[in-house]
């Protein structure tokens, strides 16, 4: 069973790089390090327990290096300070979403009812049929 915790607590095991990027910001665009880059080594992680680690390296192995290295990135606003507040929420959903425990389906039946309206459009639609047949 896994422990809860608060998913902020995370952000104190990350690392931010900024890099230039493309996008807008005119002619900054090449000059300013606007877009942020987020790392965080699952592996390594002091927060997470062994079960919540081996989910998030099922569940985002698309997004982790070889190394172990979860990388997310964020180039949509203008400034720095945007996209390192937009690349955390992101990463804060990615989390809460990977490790959300998916709710269990309950098994139901057909009530009678809708189980004799079944019936009675199945009989309704082979009489239509039968109509339709030529006449020997």
């Not at 809860?4 to 890099?19: C, D, G, I, M, Q």
């Not at 005119?26 to 062994?50: H, M, P, R, W």
């Not at 949509?76 to 945007?82: F, G, N, P, S, V």
């Amino acid at each position: 069973m896994t422990k809860s915790f608060n998913p902020e607590l995370l952000l104190n095991e990350v690392t931010f790089k900024a890099t230039t990027s493309g996008g807008k910001g005119g002619q900054n665009v090449n000059k300013v390090a606007t877009k942020v880059e987020l790392y965080f080594n699952v592996s390594a992680s002091k927060i997470l327990d062994e079960e919540q680690k081996e989910i998030l390296l099922l569940k985002l192995e698309s997004r982790i290096t070889d190394s172990g290295v979860f990388r997310l990135t964020s180039s949509e606003k203008r400034t720095q300070l945007e996209n390192k507040d937009g690349v955390k929420k992101k990463f804060i959903n990615l989390i809460n979403k990977s490790l959300a425990k998916p709710k269990p389906r309950k098994k139901t039946k057909p009530s009678k009812a809708s189980s004799e309206e079944r019936i009675k459009e199945k009989k309704l639609t082979g009489e239509k049929k039968k109509s339709r047949a030529k006449i020997s």
